[in-house]
């Protein structure tokens, strides 16, 4: 067998793979950085160059089905070949997240890598108080979306132009809806919340409501994704070591019997490796 022949393999199989995979997202890496390097990855595996940052002439169709922030960890769908054309469904599906809450600060950014811009008392906050009020962010509500988040004003995420110091407005109060919102701990001033959300919620506008409500301020220490659809953090996500083609196809091959048969609902364009949508931004 020529030396080549098994590069050449591989390769025929990277770009014979399509659908819908996840993979974990570490904290701290922005969900378009981790697309890339798993691009990198696979196309390094198979022996393919990238054809330098010509957007238009992939040599791989990729992208995520929905922005992680630089501060969460967790789910991340990722689309490959034509399943990029399903993403959308990601976008507007459930999702879950175990949030753990700082009371008595709020940052810029209403995480923590932001700055903090604000402190109150949280001394008066009791358990049943944070609980009492949980039912308020339940159901269908409106939600102004973070400053800092993958949203776009003339084409540009608001974060980008709050980073650069750019005036901006803050979004209008939009509906979202919260099919569960579970108080799990309360060891002030932290708390830990599980939260079961739309496409479209920031849970880092949820904790910095409950501060307000509550006479106080907050903001999000910790955020995992731990369930995007039918994809959960304790079943079906790909740790980095397990980024291989085989890993992949194996993973795709899995998602068949995960996933649905169904007809692909308002299938757009497909999805770059930057171009997912804030569901919660942090999310």
Known sequence: MAAGEPTAGKAAKLFSLSGLFAIYKPKGPTSAA????????????????????????Q?????????????????????????????????TGSKRYTAVGELGKVTD???SMGKITEEKPYDHITKADL????QKFT????????????LKKDGQRLSNL????????????RPVTVYGLWLTAFQPPLFTLDVECG?????????????????????VKELTRTKQGLFTLEDHVLQEEQWTIDGVAQALEESTQLLPAEPEHGASKDHEPDQGTASSGEE
Request: charged share 25%; aromatic share 2%.
């Open 34 to 57: 981790v697309l890339n390097r798993l691009k990198e990855r696979l196309l390094a595996e198979a022996g393919v160059k990238q054809q330098g940052r010509k957007r238009k002439k």
């Open 59 to 91: 040599v791989l169709k990729i992208g995520h089905g929905g922005t992680l922030d630089s501060a969460a960890s967790g789910v991340l769908v990722v689309g490959i070949s034509k399943g990029t054309k399903m993403l959308s469904r990601m976008l």
């Open 109 to 111: 950014t209403l995480d």
């Open 131 to 134: 609980e009492g009020i949980l």
């Open 139 to 150: 159901g269908n509500i409106l939600q102004v979306p973070p400053l800092y988040s993958a």
């Open 162 to 173: 709050v980073k650069e110091g750019k005036a901006v407005d803050a979004k209008p109060a």
């Open 199 to 219: 496409g479209g919620f920031y849970v880092r506008s949820l904790v910095s409501d409950i501060g307000r409500e509550l006479s106080s301020c907050a903001h």
